[in-house]
């Protein structure tokens, strides 16, 4: 008779698409069934990825519970009350063996709960090196949120997953995390869901791009830290040069009325393609030239990781998350963050050099294939 698989918890604060959520993705199409059960409870709106982790076998428990502003205090602890009630009920009717906790509401509302019931192991995931809101140092939210987040790493976590160097660094200097909790494993991909994938003339027509077009593409949040609006001035540069030039951008987010504004202000509504979430990534990498990272802050990126598996030539920011994967001249180009000027420069070398991206694409193949296959990500 074979051993009862463990059942795992992912606790999470929405199912909005973004990087934490296509890795519960992952983990659940790639866990083996008979070691692990997994139940994934969202705490607010938005079941973007709902159906892709039922598909892939999980169990998803969504509270759909807005959450209020902590300035609004009555009535954001009544939303944690209820969040941690119902958490302890889901652990205590399914006896939870191991609770991981992924982005900032779920991180203390879990391992709370976690402690609370004595469920074995307590994770948390540290997905970001962006750790606070970008308010002002002495902020008191911010503030309060560094005094709760050293309290329960210390009381109620077990472990502390970082993934990357990074990321690790800097909970240890934030945070004065214990050095002894904290595991560093980084980022899976499905590797072989992008390196065979071959591009679509069909694809290519129905999103709105020539047969002569070369083709940009960035895949992220539409947010602030993803660099967007610097992306966008290099674009303009590269358009003087470039008269068939188009851009891709996947994703959405709560900046995208503003970068929609600013392609109107300068004239590139017809150069940059916002084409939202998509389930298609590996078919618009096929069919893209480039790949561009611009973003300003970044842990491990899928998407970066993605673009690489593809063979994709990767032009990305010099930050420490991106410098960690992309050897700069080796497996891709490096810029330094928020220099449009350089990023043009960069991007333009690739489109008129196609034969040293493909050299770069197969090296970062490679690196791929070897440190971020989500099969290893799942065994450590």
């Known amino acids: 008779m074979?051993?009862?698989?463990?059942?795992?918890?992912?606790?999470?604060?929405?199912?909005?698409?973004?990087?934490?959520?296509?890795?519960?993705?992952?983990?659940?199409?790639?866990?083996?069934?008979?070691?692990?059960?997994?139940?994934?409870?969202?705490?607010?709106?938005?079941n973007d990825l709902k159906g892709p982790l039922e598909a892939a076998g999980a169990e998803v428990i969504c509270f759909e519970r807005s959450r209020p502003s902590i300035l609004h205090f009555p009535q954001f602890l009544q939303y944690a009350l209820e969040s941690i009630q119902d958490l302890r009920e889901i652990c205590e009717e399914r006896k939870i063996d191991?609770?991981?906790?992924?982005l900032s509401d779920s991180d203390f509302i879990g391992t709370l709960v976690g402690r609370w019931c004595k469920v074995e192991k307590v994770i948390t995931t540290i997905h970001s090196t962006d750790f606070l809101p970008p308010r002002r140092p002495r902020d008191t939210r911010n503030k309060l949120r560094v005094l709760a987040t050293k309290l329960y790493y210390r009381k109620w976590v077990d472990y502390i997953?970082?993934?990357?160097?990074?990321?690790?660094?800097?909970?240890?200097?934030?945070?004065?995390?214990?050095?002894?909790?904290?595991?560093?494993?980084l980022n899976g991909i499905d590797v072989d869901a992008f390196e065979t994938k071959q591009p679509s003339i069909g694809l290519r027509s129905a999103i709105g791009i020539e047969a002569q077009d070369k083709v940009l593409i960035c895949v992220g949040r539409l947010v602030q830290s993803k660099g967007h609006k610097i992306l966008f001035d290099a674009m303009l540069e590269l358009t003087r040069g470039w008269s068939?030039?188009?851009?891709?951008?996947?994703?959405?987010?709560?900046?995208?009325?503003?970068?929609?504004?600013?392609?109107?202000?300068?004239?590139?509504?017809?150069?940059?393609l916002f084409l939202g979430s998509r389930p298609d990534v590996a078919a618009l990498l096929a069919i893209s030239d480039v790949f561009v990272l611009p973003s300003l802050i970044e842990a491990t990126s899928l998407a970066l990781l993605e673009a690489m598996a593809s063979r994709r030539p990767v032009v990305a920011t010099s930050i420490p998350g991106n410098a960690a994967v992309i050897e700069n001249g080796v497996s891709g180009l490096l810029v330094p963050p928020g220099d449009?000027?350089?990023?043009?420069?960069?991007?333009?070398?690739?489109?008129?050099?196609?034969?040293?991206?493909?050299?770069?694409?197969?090296?970062?193949h490679q690196v791929v294939k070897q440190r971020?296959?989500?099969?290893?990500?799942?065994?450590e």
């Not at 191991?98 to 992924?102: L, N, P, W």
């Not at 660094?169 to 560093?184: G, H, L, T, Y």
């Not at 891709?248 to 202000?265: A, T």
């Not at 449009?340 to 970062?364: I, K, V, W």
Request: net charge neutral.
């Open 161 to 185: 997953v970082a993934v990357s160097e990074d990321s690790a660094r800097k909970v240890r200097e934030q945070f004065n995390a214990e050095p002894d909790k904290i595991r560093v494993i």
């Open 244 to 272: 068939e030039l188009k851009l891709i951008l996947v994703g959405d987010g709560e900046s995208r009325k503003s970068l929609e504004r600013q392609c109107q202000e300068l004239n590139l509504m017809d150069r940059v």
């Open 98 to 102: 191991v609770i991981q906790c992924h």
């Open 340 to 364: 449009s000027r350089e990023l043009a420069t960069a991007l333009d070398f690739l489109l008129r050099h196609p034969e040293r991206g493909q050299a770069f694409g197969n090296n970062a």
């Open 372 to 379: 971020y296959d989500v099969r290893q990500t799942i065994k």
């Open 2 to 46: 074979g051993c009862t698989p463990r059942k795992i918890l992912h606790v999470i604060d929405t199912l909005e698409y973004g990087g934490a959520q296509r890795l519960l993705v992952l983990f659940s199409s790639h866990s083996p069934a008979d070691q692990y059960r997994l139940i994934i409870c969202s705490l607010q709106p938005g």
